[in-house]
């Protein structure tokens, strides 16, 4: 507390007795800088001494006030009787000059400081309401990943007050297939409203064929020369200022190591340029999106050059709602019969809590309605129908995942590899990144370091099954 007229902050060290006074609270003794000092000593030699309760002043925090008048600075009013009463100090104990000579400040490296002092807002946003309310209008009726989402929007909202509007940075998407990826990428260049390059990893060989892919689809948008913009020439060669645009990449790690490390500096977030065999182009107006399944398989230094933002696969609710979205318009376009919530809960679990495939069951699902003469059929028992001809069990589990669990119920703990070899025909891709995780997630299969192995459940489950 300040002693005092001296804005020095000191130390009150406060004894057990006067503390527990203070904390229930006890009178206050007037002549706290006297009382205090007479304490150090004592309390230094022996804070915690027989009779004192070591909890509480384990417990008890250390804290320095400043801006408080010396008035109102005082300890607790020492009872006169009784054994927690606390013994004046004598004359002697204080010393001829304690009533005048004032307390050393103490000084500390740190100070934990309790002040009334009001915090000042921030002041007034820099983001105009129009920006604010165009990237939240980009982001409407897009389900799951509130967090992803809510980095991606104050980016977004950064991105437009510049000029010309860009993403200062790169992003890589990191989630299972069908979280949302390209539909994300694609609802950020519609926020910038920037042209949109979609590329895949698969046809991407190397970077002078990137940069010809991309030329091809800024010729759609800019028209002829794709609004690149002529800088003279540099090391030689032509240089060109490419306009601002997105490009998204998708399953990135399909790149060979010899062309991400050849984009590494395309990826940098000062000096974008880069020389090509018969050009020198300049990127700072272009935001690389890239998207994979497995950002493990991609070098250390082209991850590091991106913002990495982890997309969680979605909950059968959510699945449920962006399969709402899609059909119900459509059903009320046409004045047919609206489907009802159940229905909506049974595509998402048929198709493996995955939208593409809860999408495409309720695509099959609107032809066997359109198609059925059996007009007195419910829409319900119009997707029964749909589960028996597609052979799906009631969790949307179908042949190939009956399949798996008997191999592991017949041989017990197996590999990745091996699992894909006795699977036969089915793409390894489909095994890990769909049928795996459906398993995993119902419980079904354990993946442990020496491979895969069926559960207890598992073997319940798959001697229950009328899969062959």
């Not at 000029?163 to 990428?185: D, R």
């Not at 028992?381 to 589960?387: C, E, F, I």
């Given at each position: 507390m300040t002693m005092g007229q001296s804005p020095t902050p000191n130390v009150l060290l406060v004894g057990s007795d006067d503390a527990s006074a203070l904390l229930t609270g006890g009178e206050l003794h007037p002549?706290?800088?006297?009382?205090?000092?007479?304490?150090?000593?004592?309390?230094?030699?022996?804070?915690?001494?027989?009779?004192?309760?070591?909890?509480?002043?384990?417990?008890?925090?250390?804290?320095?006030?400043?801006?408080?008048?010396?008035?109102?600075?005082?300890?607790?009013?020492?009872?006169?009787?009784?054994?927690?009463?606390?013994?004046?100090?004598?004359?002697?104990?204080l010393g001829e000059t304690s009533t005048s000579a004032e307390l050393p400040p103490v000084t500390v490296d740190f100070l934990v400081q309790a002040t009334t002092t009001t915090v000042p807002p921030v002041g007034p946003s820099l983001i105009p309401q129009s920006v604010r309310d165009s990237v939240n209008s980009a982001m409407i009726g897009f389900i799951g990943n509130e967090n992803a989402i809510s980095r991606v929007k104050n980016d977004l909202m950064l991105a437009l007050?510049?000029?010309?509007?860009?993403?200062?940075?790169?992003?890589?998407?990191?989630?299972?297939?069908?979280?949302?990826?390209?539909?994300?990428?694609r609802r950020i260049a519609a926020a910038v409203k920037l042209p949109f390059v979609a590329l895949d990893g698969h046809g991407v060989g190397d970077r002078e064929r990137l940069f010809d892919l991309v030329d091809g689809q800024l010729v759609q948008d800019y028209g002829p020369g794709g609004g690149k913009v002529p800088l003279g020439v540099e090391s030689g060669l032509a240089a060109v200022a490419y306009p601002p645009c997105v490009v998204m990449i998708d399953e990135v790690h399909l790149l060979s190591h010899p062309t991400q490390e050849s984009l590494l500096t395309a990826l940098e977030m000062t000096d974008r340029s880069m020389t090509l065999k018969q050009r020198v182009v300049h990127l700072e107006n272009m935001t690389f999106l890239l998207a994979t399944t497995r950002a493990s398989e991609l070098d250390k230094a082209f991850r590091s050059r991106c913002t990495m933002v982890e997309l969680s696969p979605y909950s059968e609710q959510q699945v449920a709602q962006i399969v709402r979205a899609r059909i119900a318009p459509r059903l009320e376009e046409h004045h047919l019969t609206p489907w009802p919530d159940e229905v909506y809960a049974r595509l998402a679990r048929l198709g493996q809590v995955v939208p593409r495939s809860a999408l495409d069951l309720a695509r099959e699902l609107q032809t066997e309605i359109e198609v059925s003469d059996a007009r007195e059929l419910t829409v319900?028992?119009?997707?029964?129908?749909?589960?028996?001809?597609?052979?799906?069990?009631?969790?949307?589990?179908?042949?190939?995942?009956?399949?798996?669990?008997?191999?592991?119920?017949?041989?017990?703990?197996?590999?990745?590899?091996t699992m894909v070899g006795l699977l036969g025909t089915t793409d390894e891709d489909v095994i890990e990144y769909e049928i795996e995780p459906r398993l995993v997630a119902l419980g079904l299969i354990e993946k442990t370091q020496k491979g895969r192995r069926i559960t207890t459940d598992g073997l319940v489950y798959v001697s229950k099954s009328s899969q062959p």
């Open positions: 002549e706290a800088r006297t009382l205090a000092r007479a304490m150090i000593a004592p309390l230094l030699a022996n804070a915690v001494g027989e009779g004192h309760d070591r909890e509480v002043l384990e417990r008890m925090p250390v804290l320095v006030v400043t801006g408080v008048p010396s008035e109102s600075v005082g300890l607790a009013q020492p009872t006169s009787n009784g054994p927690d009463a606390v013994k004046q100090p004598s004359q002697q104990e007050v510049q000029e010309p509007p860009h993403l200062p940075k790169n992003y890589l998407f990191v989630g299972l297939p069908s979280t949302g990826k390209t539909e994300l990428c319900d028992a119009h997707l029964d129908v749909v589960q028996r001809r597609m052979e799906l069990d009631e969790n949307g589990l179908g042949r190939v995942h009956i399949r798996y669990l008997r191999i592991l119920q017949k041989n017990g703990v197996c590999g990745f590899g």
